[in-house]
């Protein structure tokens, strides 16, 4: 059985290890989800209204889970965990919405983007008001090692989306360049979701940097099997149009993989569909064909595999607790989750 008919067999295993985490902080999550909502007032109602849209769209809310579930485990216990929690959120919010005018996306979770419905300009602007919200509560917050690791976190993913522009339509991109990007742009809001948890208490570095390590491992196994699911799955499961990677000519890492092994003539159709844009109807079928006849996809869940075990490996300096079995059992949600 391949790495990949593994991930898919019995589907819908994946949701049921993701709810043990979001039982044990539904509470505290509901009190995120209250400040987000009211941190999205202003008087100018455009604002919360595009906002709105892209929450209402769901998601859900790893990040935030990830600071409460963090903060539980090292056995943290003030309100602090909640407001930082909805400081992450903003940052990740902002993040998307510059994403999909970035990526001229169309779709997200299932719904029209807010740049497809009200422009980029405003979907811009309203990215930046996010961030600027979320800054806010890390100062009410008044922790130097909270500013210092959620702003050098926005700091990077912006860089990562720099570098995935600057790698975008470059077939010839190697593996370590795009496993840079992608902690740049994703793993490093989980770190930094994880890390936040350990430092409420004070410096303790042991406990940072485990934390660190597990949330930064787990978001490159997330991106990974992003990229997989990209071209394998449905756009019920996904919440986007399947083949938008593809389609915006980015190149991930089962494409990487794939070139590393192509012949001169699927070089040349990599080249065309992705480092000039030039695709017609067939060619995300015909992509599909390489990727599958070079094994790119099982190799790519291989390696998510592999940063999911190092996750793990993180955690076990921990106690046993609940929040312990269930931060474990959202690594393997990881590589069995259904959308």
Known sequence: MTALSQIYEK???GSDLL????????????RVNAIILDRLKSPIDLIPTLARHLIAAGGKRMRPMLTLACSALVEHNSDRPIRLAAAIEFIHAATLLHDDVVDESELRRGVPTANSVWG??????VGDFLFSRAFELMVEDGSLDVLRILSSASSKIAEGEV????SSKDVTTSQNTYLEIATYKTATLFEAACQVGAVLDGPNLENERALASFG???????????DVLDYQASSEMIGKNVGDDFKEGKITLPVILAYKKANEDEKKFWQRTLGTK???????????????K???LDETLTHAQTYIHYAQESLIKFKPSPYLSALFDLCEFCLKRAF
């Open 11 to 13: 589907s819908n295993i």
């Open 278 to 292: 030039q695709q017609n109807a067939k060619d995300f079928g015909q992509a599909l064909a390489y990727l599958n």
């Open 163 to 166: 570098m995935q522009l600057v």
């Open 120 to 125: 980029n300009q405003a979907s811009i602007l």
């Open 294 to 296: 070079h094994r790119a």
């Open 216 to 226: 930064r491992n787990l978001g490159l196994a997330f991106q990974l099997v992003d």
């Open 19 to 30: 709810k043990p985490l979001q039982t044990l902080v539904s509470s505290d999550l509901e």
